[in-house]
């Protein structure tokens, strides 16, 4: 495995992330796609992901260890640095391997001066490493590597649970399958799965729903070409089992790609409803497009703002609304991790305002007696339960569903349904996203 090059590759996605703004999907994948050895496209992703996942802990070990902070035109060794230190201290890299190859990678950054700089820092913190980490770690924010506005809103939102949230948003995934019914039933797709070697079990709180036991590569699995199942994570199979739709229904599915949801709608009702599939982002409906047609799913797809339905609504009401709002993905930093550093509390302000522009605006396009899904990956409450409550509040004709589920905990306002990320005491061995979901039925004339 040619290491060096794989680390270099690594600094590269994590500059773009971090110093430039970019995606962590989108620069990942570029990333890795130059690697045909399936052993160093897994390092890279380990390196890049971990990284990110503990980026202020590492910064905040770092900066201790060095006096002077380096000019801004620097900035690719101080994120070397970073990936040193991950290796040192989370990954199997032997220390001398981790120091060296690091090192050796100023030479591609031409930098000759860097060389004994980050040999040094690595070094010296290989002398005390245990009561360097012992020091930053005074501080959570450092500890769990968070920012610290969302810290210390977390440890007042969920006081009994913050320090869970935070662990969970740092371990790796799982990856979970939603068995397409119209294909097999899933004791038909695990059985296949089995026949292959590949270790899974049913999710207990999905019905299609099926997690693997280790990640694998999906695109070789049985039936996968032939629309026998799809990737999605436990909490977002929720919504097509809550908004429970049927046969001959009109349904909107707002904000929809990739699409996801929208094919699991579908395949609740054997493809037989009218599914309007909503996208305001003109480059995502490629995939949207993609997920229905390797399902053989069928929906009308449109590029639109949910908050403005002039613009692309014909003025038939629909029986049921799938609002997944655009939210803060605080709920799914534990599959992307620059999530935490790209948000901010101005981001959350913003959201919340548009949040409820489209909740308010789709609204008029709901039957009377119809129901509406709001749903985020969030697990803040100004997203969820305070946006939901506020609604209902200024909303006569608007009534919340109480959700009779096994799942999730019931947020403090007592709307809704909140799902925290990991495996929390009120959704033992679930481990899923965090989520939240809130049904609402229109007052029938």
Same mark, same amino acid.
């Given at each position: 495995?040619?290491?060096?090059?794989? %680390?270099?590759?690594?600094?590269?996605?994590?500059?773009?992330?971090?110093?430039?703004? %970019?995606?962590?999907?989108?620069?990942?994948?570029?990333?890795?796609?130059?690697?045909?050895?399936?052993?160093?496209?897994?390092?890279?992703?380990?390196?890049?992901?971990?990284?990110?996942?503990?980026?202020?802990?590492?910064?905040?070990?770092?900066?201790?260890?060095?006096?002077?902070?380096?000019?801004?035109?620097?900035?690719?060794?101080?994120?070397?640095?970073?990936?040193?230190?991950?290796?040192?201290?989370?990954?199997?890299?032997?220390?001398?391997?981790?120091?060296?190859?690091?090192?050796?990678?100023?030479?591609?950054?031409?930098?000759?001066?860097?060389?004994?700089?980050?040999?040094?820092?690595? %070094?010296?913190?290989?002398?005390?490493?245990?009561?360097?980490?012992?020091?930053?770690?005074?501080? +959570?924010?450092?500890?769990?590597?968070?920012?610290?506005?969302?810290?210390?809103?977390?440890?007042?939102?969920?006081?009994?649970?913050?320090?869970?949230?935070?662990?969970?948003?740092?371990?790796?995934?799982?990856?979970?399958?939603?068995?397409?019914?119209?294909?097999?039933?899933?004791?038909?797709?695990?059985?296949?799965?089995?026949?292959?070697?590949?270790?899974?079990?049913?999710?207990?709180?999905?019905?299609?729903?099926?997690?693997?036991?280790?990640?694998?590569?999906?695109?070789?699995?049985?039936?996968?070409?032939?629309?026998?199942?799809?990737?999605?994570?436990?909490?977002?199979?929720?919504?097509?089992?809550?908004?429970?739709?049927?046969?001959?229904?009109?349904?909107?599915?707002?904000?929809?790609? +990739?699409?996801?949801?929208?094919?699991?709608?579908?395949?609740?009702?054997?493809?037989?409803?009218?599914?309007?599939?909503?996208?305001?982002?003109?480059?995502?409906?490629?995939?949207?497009?993609?997920?229905?047609?390797?399902?053989?799913?069928?929906?009308?797809?449109?590029?639109?703002?949910?908050?403005?339905?002039?613009?692309?609504?014909?003025?038939?009401?629909?029986?049921?609304?799938?609002?997944?709002?655009?939210?803060?993905?605080?709920?799914?930093?534990?599959?992307?991790?620059?999530?935490?550093?790209?948000?901010?509390?101005?981001?959350?302000?913003?959201?919340?305002? &548009?949040?409820?522009?489209?909740?308010?605006?789709?609204?008029?396009?709901?039957?009377?007696?119809?129901?509406?899904?709001?749903?985020?990956?969030?697990?803040?409450?100004?997203?969820?339960?305070?946006?939901?409550?506020?609604? &209902?509040?200024?909303?006569?004709?608007?009534?919340?569903?109480?959700?009779?589920?096994?799942?999730?905990?019931?947020?403090?306002?007592?709307?809704?349904?909140?799902?925290?990320?990991?495996?929390?005491?009120?959704?033992?061995?679930?481990?899923?996203?965090?989520?939240?979901?809130?049904?609402?039925?229109?007052?029938?004339?």
């Amino acid at each position: 495995m040619s290491e060096i090059n794989s %680390r270099f590759v690594a600094l590269k996605i994590c500059l773009n992330v971090i110093e430039h703004g %970019r995606s962590l999907s989108q620069s990942l994948g570029e990333g890795l796609a130059q690697f045909q050895d399936r052993r160093e496209r897994s390092f890279t992703q380990n390196l890049v992901l971990g990284t990110l996942r503990w980026q202020l802990r590492l910064e905040a070990i770092r900066d201790s260890l060095v006096k002077k902070r380096l000019r801004d035109k620097d900035e690719d060794v101080n994120q070397l640095i970073l990936i040193g230190l991950y290796q040192i201290i989370y990954m199997d890299t032997p220390e001398h391997a981790a120091v060296s190859e690091t090192v050796n990678l100023t030479k591609k950054l031409k930098k000759p001066w860097a060389k004994g700089f980050v040999n040094g820092v690595l %070094r010296n913190f290989l002398r005390d490493q245990e009561g360097i980490t012992a020091a930053v770690d005074v501080k +959570p924010a450092h500890k769990y590597s968070h920012p610290q506005w969302f810290t210390k809103t977390l440890r007042k939102q969920y006081p009994d649970h913050w320090q869970a949230i935070l662990e969970a948003n740092n371990l790796p995934a799982p990856i979970n399958l939603r068995n397409n019914q119209m294909h097999q039933t899933r004791d038909e797709l695990l059985a296949l799965l089995t026949k292959e070697g590949i270790e899974a079990f049913a999710h207990p709180f999905c019905d299609n729903g099926i997690q693997l036991a280790q990640s694998a590569d999906i695109s070789q699995f049985p039936t996968f070409e032939a629309g026998g199942f799809s990737v999605q994570d436990a909490a977002a199979q929720q919504a097509a089992a809550l908004l429970n739709p049927q046969k001959g229904m009109h349904i909107l599915d707002a904000c929809a790609a +990739p699409g996801g949801k929208t094919c699991h709608l579908l395949e609740r009702v054997d493809n037989q409803a009218r599914l309007f599939a909503l996208e305001k982002e003109p480059e995502r409906i490629e995939r949207l497009s993609e997920n229905l047609y390797r399902l053989d799913l069928t929906a009308d797809i449109e590029v639109g703002d949910a908050s403005a339905p002039d613009d692309w609504w014909n003025g038939e009401l629909f029986d049921q609304i799938l609002l997944d709002a655009p939210c803060s993905a605080t709920g799914i930093i534990r599959r992307h991790p620059d999530i935490k550093w790209h948000r901010t509390p101005e981001d959350i302000e913003a959201l919340v305002i &548009l949040q409820d522009e489209i909740l308010t605006a789709l609204w008029n396009t709901l039957k009377p007696g119809g129901t509406l899904l709001y749903a985020t990956c969030s697990v803040l409450p100004q997203e969820n339960s305070e946006q939901v409550k506020q609604f &209902l509040d200024k909303t006569p004709n608007a009534s919340e569903t109480p959700l009779t589920v096994d799942w999730g905990m019931t947020p403090n306002s007592g709307i809704g349904r909140q799902i925290l990320p990991g495996n929390q005491a009120e959704q033992a061995h679930s481990n899923m996203d965090g989520f939240y979901y809130a049904l609402l039925q229109k007052e029938a004339l």
